[in-house]
């Protein structure tokens, strides 16, 4: 089946730390996998992307490297920022399914 | 920017009440979503429509319906609001990127419901 695993939260770190994320993913067929963020209060946005095997999603300083021989899809910032305290959710999709399948979430707090 | 709009942000119902929630997207996207939300179980998916009057069942369907009248409005129906239904509703609509194939979803800002 369809799942994904990421790390357990809730993740504290102090500003310009390096940040890490990992998740892992099972699935059939050829998954696209994304990264959102939920900031308190909202609605989950897309934060990257990545449609096939070795495809590095980036945004906003965030990075993640679809490695199909290790079934993961870590998220990585050089630098954190007070303003990237969030929810971060790992999810994929399949393609031509119509289903999603999202992580349970990982809380960041960044502090000064 | 593809836009969802989530009609209401806050709700508080009582118990046995019917309640709607409300979601309109702006960008023709096939494909619509209800998923609840809550802490410590993540995302979990109510219901989706992948057409006008077209709708699957999700992981958890039990205690709610949806409608689809048109491509752009979908509908969340609570039909006796009980207070295992407080939650945050997430409202979300997909379309497929490029020759990818690749589906991604765009979500509302959310409608917190508290059912007392």
């Known amino acids: 089946g369809n799942s994904v695993t990421q790390m357990e939260g809730p993740v504290t770190l102090s500003e310009e730390a390096f940040l890490t994320i990992n998740c892992t993913y099972t699935a059939t067929g050829y998954p696209s996998l994304f990264w959102y963020v939920q900031y308190p209060g909202e609605g989950l946005q897309l934060l990257l992307k990545a449609t096939k095997a070795d495809d590095k999603g980036s945004n906003k300083g965030f990075e993640a490297t679809y490695r199909k021989e290790t079934t993961s899809f870590h998220l990585e910032k050089g630098s954190v920022q007070v303003s990237d305290s969030a929810v971060y959710f790992c999810a994929l999709s399949v393609y031509t399914g119509n289903q999603f399948y999202f992580g349970t979430g990982t809380s960041l707090t960044v502090i000064p | 920017d593809v836009k969802v709009t989530q009609s209401s942000r806050y709700l508080v119902k009582r118990t046995g009440e019917k309640v709607f929630l409300e979601c309109v997207q702006d960008?023709?996207?096939?494909?619509m979503f209800w998923y609840r939300q809550d802490p410590g179980l993540g995302l979990r998916l109510i219901y989706f429509?992948?057409?006008?009057?077209?709708?699957e069942k999700g992981d958890i369907p039990e205690g709610y319906s949806v409608s689809r009248e048109k491509k752009e409005r979908f509908s969340l129906i609570l039909e006796s609001a009980s207070t295992n239904q407080t939650s945050m509703y997430l409202c979300?609509?997909?379309?497929?990127?490029?020759?990818?194939?690749?589906?991604?979803?765009?979500f509302g800002a959310g409608s917190r419901l508290t059912v007392l």
């Open positions: 979300a609509s997909s379309f497929i990127l490029g020759q990818t194939g690749a589906n991604v979803l765009t």
């Open positions: 429509s992948y057409d006008v009057k077209m709708k």
């Open positions: 960008m023709d996207h096939e494909n």
